[in-house]
Protein backbone atom coordinates (compact mmCIF):
# COMPACT_ATOMS: atom_id res chain seq x y z
CA UNK A 1 0.00 0.00 0.00
CA UNK A 2 2.76 2.67 0.57
CA UNK A 3 4.38 1.97 -2.80
CA UNK A 4 1.07 2.35 -4.44
CA UNK A 5 0.92 5.30 -2.69
CA UNK A 6 4.41 6.68 -3.20
CA UNK A 7 3.92 5.88 -7.05
CA UNK A 8 0.56 7.89 -6.76
CA UNK A 9 2.17 11.22 -5.22
CA UNK A 10 5.25 10.93 -7.10
CA UNK A 11 2.16 10.84 -11.11
CA UNK A 12 0.99 14.07 -9.41
CA UNK A 13 3.70 15.63 -8.89
CA UNK A 14 5.13 14.73 -12.60
CA UNK A 15 1.64 16.06 -13.91
CA UNK A 16 1.59 19.44 -11.51
CA UNK A 17 5.08 20.09 -12.70
CA UNK A 18 4.30 19.79 -15.73
CA UNK A 19 0.86 22.09 -15.68
CA UNK A 20 3.19 24.47 -14.02
CA UNK A 21 6.16 24.30 -16.53
CA UNK A 22 3.08 24.86 -19.49
CA UNK A 23 1.67 27.66 -17.57
CA UNK A 24 5.19 29.61 -16.53
CA UNK A 25 5.89 29.25 -20.84
CA UNK A 26 2.40 30.67 -21.69
CA UNK A 27 3.20 33.59 -19.74
CA UNK A 28 7.00 34.16 -20.94
CA UNK A 29 5.77 33.09 -24.26
CA UNK A 30 3.00 35.69 -24.06
CA UNK A 31 5.41 38.67 -22.82
CA UNK A 32 7.73 37.87 -26.06
CA UNK A 33 4.72 37.65 -27.97
CA UNK A 34 3.83 41.37 -27.03
CA UNK A 35 7.53 42.49 -27.51
CA UNK A 36 7.61 41.04 -30.86
CA UNK A 37 4.24 42.91 -32.13
CA UNK A 38 5.49 46.41 -30.29
CA UNK A 39 9.24 46.16 -32.96
CA UNK A 40 6.94 44.86 -35.86
CA UNK A 41 4.19 47.84 -34.79
CA UNK A 42 7.23 50.33 -34.84
CA UNK A 43 8.08 48.93 -38.46
CA UNK A 44 5.07 49.11 -39.59
CA UNK A 45 4.91 53.12 -38.38
CA UNK A 46 8.29 53.64 -39.77
CA UNK A 47 9.80 54.40 -36.09
CA UNK A 48 13.09 52.87 -36.92
CA UNK A 49 14.44 54.34 -33.88
CA UNK A 50 11.50 53.07 -32.10
CA UNK A 51 12.11 49.53 -33.84
CA UNK A 52 15.82 49.25 -32.35
CA UNK A 53 14.81 50.06 -29.18
CA UNK A 54 11.89 47.62 -29.27
CA UNK A 55 13.75 45.03 -30.50
CA UNK A 56 17.13 45.15 -28.05
CA UNK A 57 14.03 45.44 -25.15
CA UNK A 58 12.73 41.66 -27.00
CA UNK A 59 16.70 40.60 -26.39
CA UNK A 60 16.77 42.01 -22.91
CA UNK A 61 13.12 40.29 -22.17
CA UNK A 62 14.51 36.99 -24.29
CA UNK A 63 17.76 36.47 -22.24
CA UNK A 64 15.24 37.17 -18.79
CA UNK A 65 12.43 35.30 -19.56
CA UNK A 66 13.66 32.55 -21.13
CA UNK A 67 16.91 31.34 -19.22
CA UNK A 68 15.37 28.99 -17.67
CA UNK A 69 13.34 26.75 -20.84
CA UNK A 70 16.83 24.66 -22.15
CA UNK A 71 16.09 22.98 -19.03
CA UNK A 72 13.07 21.59 -20.71
CA UNK A 73 13.04 22.47 -24.02
CA UNK A 74 15.31 21.05 -27.22
CA UNK A 75 18.21 23.33 -27.36
CA UNK A 76 17.47 22.81 -31.44
CA UNK A 77 14.62 24.99 -31.20
CA UNK A 78 16.22 27.83 -28.58
CA UNK A 79 19.19 27.81 -30.81
CA UNK A 80 16.59 28.87 -33.76
CA UNK A 81 14.64 31.01 -32.06
CA UNK A 82 18.35 32.93 -31.17
CA UNK A 83 19.45 32.96 -34.77
CA UNK A 84 16.04 34.33 -36.18
CA UNK A 85 16.31 37.10 -33.52
CA UNK A 86 19.25 37.93 -34.20
CA UNK A 87 19.10 37.74 -38.04
CA UNK A 88 15.43 40.24 -37.05
CA UNK A 89 17.90 42.39 -35.21
CA UNK A 90 20.26 42.99 -38.28
CA UNK A 91 17.51 43.54 -40.35
CA UNK A 92 16.04 46.32 -37.77
CA UNK A 93 19.35 48.32 -37.92
CA UNK A 94 19.42 48.18 -41.62
CA UNK A 95 16.19 49.65 -41.81
CA UNK A 96 15.04 46.91 -44.05
CA UNK A 97 10.80 46.56 -43.43
CA UNK A 98 10.18 43.57 -45.89
CA UNK A 99 13.06 41.18 -44.16
CA UNK A 100 12.29 42.60 -40.66
CA UNK A 101 8.93 41.44 -41.29
CA UNK A 102 9.14 38.59 -42.14
CA UNK A 103 11.54 37.31 -39.65
CA UNK A 104 9.48 39.20 -36.69
CA UNK A 105 6.69 37.02 -38.22
CA UNK A 106 8.69 33.30 -37.94
CA UNK A 107 9.76 34.38 -34.85
CA UNK A 108 6.47 35.14 -33.37
CA UNK A 109 5.42 31.60 -34.80
CA UNK A 110 8.25 30.09 -33.25
CA UNK A 111 7.57 31.12 -29.72
CA UNK A 112 3.84 30.64 -29.78
CA UNK A 113 4.42 27.09 -31.17
CA UNK A 114 6.84 25.97 -27.97
CA UNK A 115 3.72 25.39 -25.50
CA UNK A 116 1.64 23.90 -27.78
CA UNK A 117 4.18 21.80 -28.10
CA UNK A 118 5.14 21.01 -24.62
CA UNK A 119 1.15 20.63 -23.53
CA UNK A 120 0.60 17.74 -21.00
CA UNK A 121 -2.09 16.35 -22.48
CA UNK A 122 -2.29 12.58 -23.90
CA UNK A 123 -1.17 13.44 -27.65
CA UNK A 124 1.67 14.62 -26.44
CA UNK A 125 2.12 11.94 -24.04
CA UNK A 126 1.51 9.12 -26.20
Same mark, same amino acid.
Request: with cysteine.
Given at each position: MKLLSCIGVMLGLLIGA =?? %??????? #?STDRLSN /????????? /? /??? %?? =?? @?? !??? $??QRSW #? $??? @????VVLDHQEID?? #????? @?? !?EYVRNQDPALAQGQLAELKLMVEHIPRKEEVNLENIL
Amino acid at each position: MKLLSCIGVMLGLLIGA =GF %WINNSLQ #ESTDRLSN /QIQQVSNSI /Q /QGD %WS =GA @RR !SSD $KLQRSW #E $KDA @RWWPVVLDHQEIDNI #EFTMS @RT !SEYVRNQDPALAQGQLAELKLMVEHIPRKEEVNLENIL
